[in-house]
């Protein structure tokens, strides 16, 4: 006969216990619903709610929105073409104030600009010629560009960015000495058509910015405040910043018209539209009236 001894019955007995008791309090413990982990999968550490980023948020745009903008848009270019004729006038005042502080040779004349019918104004332009390519310029030219090109190999990695810009750089003004080299006679630009042109290619981007936000900007979250600051904020800048970008390009080609090709393609009007670029950049930083939505 085999017989069992107190001590394991009684340890077979605990054993037993032990499990019923861990049994019971899994059996207690509270259990996550999928709306509680779908929650907390948009709350971060301290709680709060994780908003989506912009570029997976929807837009909800109404009808009130739509006439909000439009209304908007078209408040704003009239009161552009308003102001139109007073911005060339003090367009004119910055060239000639310029001009004689630069002390160049020649005049500011006001030539007259027209968009359509009943929309007229005037630029300013110096009535003085471009100064020619001639060796002595070229020829310093020439090795400036040949040592900032050289100068690229020696730069780090860490500015890439700027190895690139600079060779961009090096390659326009190459281009444009060995242009000057073979057909000198035969380049079709000269200082006032330049400046009168890009003078008014400002005045076109100015007058497209509240169109360019009405597509954009106006249609986003934003409140009212903020989207005529951005817009007055970057018109602003803009006004200012055009005569003088222009009179400075006055001032350099005096010297010689080697470098027109150079000031028009990285410092003309792409340096005005990465401008307005840079400014919207910032107006999109701005916080929202409401939180964005997935």
């Known amino acids: 006969m085999r017989v069992i001894s107190p ?39 301290r709680g709060g709610l994780i908003t989506p980023h ?29 102001i139109l004729p ?19 040779e020649g005049s500011v004349v006001m030539a007259p600009q027209q968009w359509g019918a ?29 040592l900032v090109f050289a100068i690229t190999y020696f730069m ?41 042109s890009m003078l008014f290619f400002g005045t076109i981007l100015i007058g497209l910015l509240p169109l360019i936000l009405g597509f954009t900007y106006y249609l986003l979250d934003f409140s009212l405040l903020k989207r005529l600051a951005l ?3 970057s018109a602003g800048y803009l006004i200012a910043f055009v005569p003088l970008q222009y009179m400075l390009h006055v001032y350099i080609l005096r010297k010689s018209i080697l470098f027109m090709p150079l000031l028009y393609f990285a410092f003309g009007p792409s340096l005005d539209v990465l401008i307005f670029v ?6 999109m930083s701005w916080k929202s009236k409401s939180s964005l939505v997935a």
Not at 7 to 26: D, E
Not at 278 to 283: A, C, E, F, K, N
């Open 231 to 233: 817009t007055v904020i």
């Open 278 to 283: 840079s400014l919207y950049s910032w107006g």
């Open 118 to 146: 009943r929309i007229h104004f005037a630029l300013p332009y110096l009535n003085a010629s471009a100064g020619p390519p001639d060796p002595h310029t070229w020829w310093i030219t020439a090795v400036v560009t040949v």
């Open 54 to 82: 912009r570029a997976f948020a929807r837009l909800h745009v109404g009808t009130k929105d739509v006439v909000a903008c439009v209304c908007l848009t078209v408040i704003l270019s009239l009161c552009w073409i308003r």
């Open 156 to 196: 780090s990695e860490e500015m890439v960015p700027w190895i690139y810009l600079l060779r961009f750089l090096v390659f326009l003004q190459g281009t444009s000495l060995v242009y000057f080299v073979f057909a000198a006679a035969r380049f079709p630009h000269d200082l006032t058509s330049y400046t009168l």
């Open 7 to 45: 001590s394991g019955a009684t340890g077979g007995h605990l054993a037993s216990s032990s499990s019923f008791r861990s049994l019971s309090i899994r059996r207690s413990e509270p259990q996550l619903s999928s709306f509680s982990i779908k929650g907390g999968k948009q709350r971060g550490w």
């Open 86 to 104: 007073w911005v060339g006038s003090l367009w004119g005042r910055v060239f000639v104030y310029w001009t004689k502080a630069l002390q160049l």
